[in-house]
């Protein structure tokens, strides 16, 4: 008789496991279409990074600049792609999380402990830079609108800011977010016209200088290590696109990569359109004169800077949200299945708030946006984003050596090796001169 009782045992696990997936925010509604994929993806690619975009072009100049964006463009649609494929590339199964096609490729222990803490840094780490972006392009309204009014400090607006998602982040799954995701991507290309719009119509400034920032040879390197990681935490979508495309329904006849790889490729074109006008134009209009956010060195007209900080804030409103849903999904997968609590939404309440409590406090505690971008830019952003995907497929596909596929993949991983090494050492420069001026809790 024991057969039958561990089969209903058995049995009773995978609904239990089932119900609990359907409560799980990744993988509770399937029902996507392939225009939300576009929209999430644009909202978690065009961060505010595109602003420091012609500063990143001014510390590599413009062979170098134009160059790093073009190829960063390339490399990481490929590895995009890649991880498209990847997704359903076991019949009958889909790999809704990063980990999971990393524990597929590395094995169980291993996968987890090599993509979890990358992913949790660049998700984390994104959503603290946005707390503080947030609350910086909030302050910059409120200074814009009311120039004779008394100065606040910037811990408010960060709680302000902070406030909207202890609301937001209790709505449950990537399909009841994708209404702030479209009105967040539909900013980004706002404001991103807004930016270099603005810099064509004030035009190339009179004593405007495209040589190095830096006064000595090592300041140039390092700034040129510093902008290596701006600009490769312009291209951050990957950390949440397997879960993403886990929105989307699938079939054999229409497997989910299909609908997923259209709404990257319309993606990539608005990333294109946002990214490339904004750094080039900025940097021609201001050259070297730029500031590490191009909406600052736009001073008027006033009402349309206003709006642009506005559209910031929006926008950023969303990309938090993306990059959370993940983070929000890992903590209550722990919570439910290793320590057993119930599913439901004091759970949900208590678990989600803590985690806006804890980017909120960070965010107070250290503001300085630029160098924090920079540091874990490299760290985190250039494994996850260019050369983590390519791993997984010599691994797991196996291409001929010297094959095109082959070359391809070791490229990027040279690339991305190289840009994790360098990019930190620039920022944590950058973060160090900051601190000297710097005291907690402004």
């Not at 089932?18 to 994929?37: G, M, Q």
């Not at 400034?205 to 490769?232: I, K, N, R």
């Not at 990569?257 to 201001?286: D, Q, R, S, T």
């Amino acid at each position: 008789m024991g057969g039958e009782d561990d089969r209903g045992h058995e049995h009773e696990k995978c609904e239990k496991d089932k119900s609990i997936d359907d409560w799980l925010p990744i993988t509770s509604s399937r029902n996507a279409k392939w225009w939300y994929s576009a929209f999430h993806n644009v909202t978690a690619m065009v961060g505010a990074g595109v602003l420091s975009l012609p500063y990143a072009m001014a510390e590599l100049g413009w062979g170098p600049g134009i160059a790093v964006l073009v190829i960063s463009w390339v490399v990481t649609l490929y590895t995009l792609w890649q991880m498209v494929e990847m997704h359903e590339m076991v019949p009958g199964k889909r790999f809704d999380r990063y980990h999971e096609l990393g524990q597929h490729a590395f094995g169980d222990k291993l996968g987890l402990w090599i993509v979890v803490p990358q992913q949790l840094v660049v998700e984390v780490g994104v959503d603290i830079v946005y707390m503080v972006t947030g609350g910086k392009s909030l302050k910059k309204l409120h200074d814009v609108v009311c120039p004779d009014c008394k100065s606040i400090k910037l811990s408010y607006f960060i709680v302000i800011f902070a406030s909207v998602h202890f609301v937001l982040s209790q709505l449950p799954n990537f399909n009841s977010i994708s209404g702030v995701s479209l009105a967040a991507a539909v900013m980004s290309l706002s404001y991103s016209t807004i930016a270099w719009t603005t810099s064509v119509s004030k035009g190339k400034q009179p004593h405007v200088d495209y040589g190095s920032m830096a006064s000595t040879t090592s300041g140039a390197v390092f700034d040129f290590f510093s902008a290596l990681g701006d600009v490769a935490f312009a291209y951050a979508g990957h950390n949440v696109v397997l879960e993403i495309q886990a929105t989307i329904p699938t079939s054999p006849e229409k497997p989910s990569k299909k609908a997923m790889w259209k709404g990257v490729v319309v993606a990539y074109i608005i990333v294109a359109l946002c990214y490339f006008p904004v750094a080039l134009i900025g940097y021609w209009a201001f050259g070297n004169a730029v500031d590490d956010n191009i909406l600052i060195t736009l001073e008027k007209p006033r009402w349309l800077i206003a709006t642009a900080n506005m559209f910031v804030v929006i926008h950023v409103i969303g990309s938090y949200q993306i990059y959370a849903m993940p983070v929000f999904d890992m903590i209550e997968t722990v919570l439910v299945k290793k320590l057993h609590f119930p599913p439901g939404l004091a759970l949900r309440l208590i678990a989600r708030s803590v985690y806006v409590a804890f980017t909120m406090i960070v965010a107070i505690t250290i503001p300085f946006f630029g160098g924090l971008l920079g540091f874990f830019g490299g760290f985190a952003f250039a494994p996850t984003t260019y050369f983590l995907p390519c791993i997984m497929w010599l691994a797991i596909y196996k291409p001929k050596r010297f094959s095109l596929s082959w070359f391809t993949n070791w490229i990027c991983i040279i690339l991305g090796v190289l840009l994790m090494i360098l990019s930190p050492i620039g920022g944590l420069r950058s973060i160090i001169l900051s601190a000297k001026s710097y005291k907690f809790f402004s």
